[in-house]
Every structure is written in C-alpha cells, then in structure tokens.
C-alpha cells in the first residue's frame, strides 16, 4: 500500500459509527471501506451500491475525527498565507518576495520569454526514432505523486475533447500515487519503470516526449522553510535531469506548486509545506536563469511556470478569484475530491490552450 491510501485508510480505520439519524444502519465495516477507497483511487468506477457504501465512510470520518496537530518536526502554518501572485515586490514571506518570478512579477522576463520561444520553436512532431515526420506526435508528460495523477487524468479526459488541442498531441500521465519527488530522484527509480510501460501503451515512444508537467511535492516535509526547500529543489533537480536522461527530446518542463492544505489531516503534506512549494519552483527557474550547472541546457529541459495553483481556501485570490471550499477536498484534506480535481484541470487546460508559452505546442499551430 503507497503512502496514499494508508494514511487515509488508517484515516478510516476508526471505531464503526453510525451517522446523525442513522442509527439502525449497520455498522459501517472499514476494511470494505479502505479497500473502495484505494479502487477509487486507482481511477476505476465503482458500482453504484459501493460509491454510496464509500460516500457514507468518508462522511462519517469527517464527522467523526478531529484535525490532528502537526506531524513531527513540523512547524504549525500561520493564521494567514498570501497567495505567491498576489504579493508584490515590497510583501514578504520568510523574507521572500512575491510574484512567480519574482519581484512581484508574474510573467517571465524578456531574458527568458526569448528563451523559451527559442525552445517552443523547437518542439515539432516527431516519429517513434525522435526524428521530424508530419505524421509523428508531440508528448506531454505528468511527474508527480498522486494529486498530480488524480488532476492529470482529469485534465487529459477534458483537454482530449477540447477543440483547442492539436490532433498531433498526445497527453500521458505518469504521475503515480505515492511517488513524490524524493522516489522519482532516483535514475532507476520505481516511478520511471511504470512511465515508461504507460508511454509505451499510449503508442508512443519516450523519444516523443517534449513537455512536461512536475508538480513539486514530498511526503511528510519537514523544519523550516529552508530546510524544507533545499531537500525538495535537490530531488526535483535530480528528476529534472532523471527525465532529460529518459526523454532526449525533453524541450521544456512546467512547474507546478501544491494546491491549498489548509484542512490537511495528518503528516502527509499539511501547511505551511504545500504553500512554500511554489518558491522551490521559482528557485529552480530563478538558478536556471542565472547559469545553474546543474540545469543547465542539455542536463534539464527549459523550466517555466505552469498554472499556479494555491489559492487560501475559501478567502480564495485576487489573480483570477481562484477557491477551494471544504467540497473540492477528500476525507484527509490533502488530496482533492472529483470538484477539486476538475478546479485543476481546468486551469491546466486554459493555461496550455492560450498561454503564450505554451499555445504553440499544445494548438500545433
């Protein structure tokens, strides 16, 4: 069993109850429940007596656990976090600056909006050998744990029906459950064996592969916010390189940060981590621009933001109104319900559809 599904089946494990004005019904049997749950959670659609059976568990344990105190060695997030976008240059954060690319920005600058074009001009259909062909395919690639698959599989679903999307495109998610940064660092890590068997099965090639979405996150982040930072950006550039390695057509990777865990239950990834994973991605970028070695250009792919996706639950953000309500989360607060999930999806379709950073390769026009 992967972290997933254990903290939440230890999350249902409790003591059977019966909800307020269901006290004749049978005790609810939370080995069936766990076991629904991690089927569920492998993306498969249950029957319509055993989603009732899942939804009945999941609303007793909201009823019925209180919100536990941090893990250990975590530090408790305060009152109050200002989403990334909406600090400028003078707000602060742990003596950080705001804006996604920093001081207060939130468009790359010009240094790197002409990199980055460079690169764009580059991604092209390719055939199974990674050469030129006007009937080959262009790839975009999910690396992440599991929310990044929960909202990668429902992005591709809509983003496959979308007029907008280049019939040249092919869109694979790799992300997996339980396979955060810290388990994709590894060149032969677990998570790339189960990669590459999905890209095979989508009919295309690893050569094919030219964009990638990473989500950056680990399980059970702890310390300050220093700490915290310097062990995910070095796993996340080891993944960077691990997928340049695997992928030699690999152009350009967007970064994505966690979603809002303000209701998290439990160790997993609760605040203030889910929030301060957005400046590892800016960190990435910002070390990329100013001639890191380690990401250099032909040991990692280009590095762009993709869709930021934090937002303080339902105080939401001034960038665009983004919320999460209490509905737009699973039982243990970390991972996103059926609207949540959708909430991502969408932003990660009208970002690919019309940014200008990304337009070219996802319309193929």
Known sequence: MNIRTSILAAALLFNAVSLPG???????????????FQREQRGEKLAAEDQKYLDRAKEARRKGAARPEAGAGQRKAPESLRPLCDMT?????????????????????????????????????LNREGKPADDGRVVLVSISMSNATQEFSFFKRIADADPRMSAKLTIVDC???????????????????????????????????QVAWIKLANKNPSGGMSEHLARLEADTTAVLRNARERFPNLRVAYLGSRIWA????????PEPYAYESAFAARNLIRRQMSGDDSLAAGRAPLLLW???????????????????????????????SNSGREKVARLLLEFFATDPLAKSWFAGK
């Open 89 to 125: 240059a003078e707000d602060r954060y742990e003596g950080q600056d705001g804006g996604l690319y920093g001081g207060g920005m939130n468009e790359p600058p010009e240094a790197l909006r002409k990199t980055a074009a460079a690169a764009l001009a580059q991604i092209q259909p």
């Open 175 to 209: 992300a997996q459950g339980g396979q955060a940064m810290a388990e994709w660092a590894p060149p032969a890590g677990r998570p790339w064996e189960e990669a590459m068997r999905r890209i095979s099965a989508a009919g295309v090639t690893a050569a094919q592969v």
């Open 22 to 36: 269901q006290e004749a019904e049978t005790p609810i049997d939370w080995d069936r429940a766990r076991q629904l």
């Open 306 to 336: 993709g869709p930021y996706l934090w937002a303080e639950g339902e105080k939401g953000r001034k960038l665009d109104g983004l919320k999460y309500a209490p509905d737009d989360f699973a039982a243990d607060g970390v991972h996103p």
């Open 262 to 269: 303000g209701n998290a239950r439990g160790a997993l990834n």
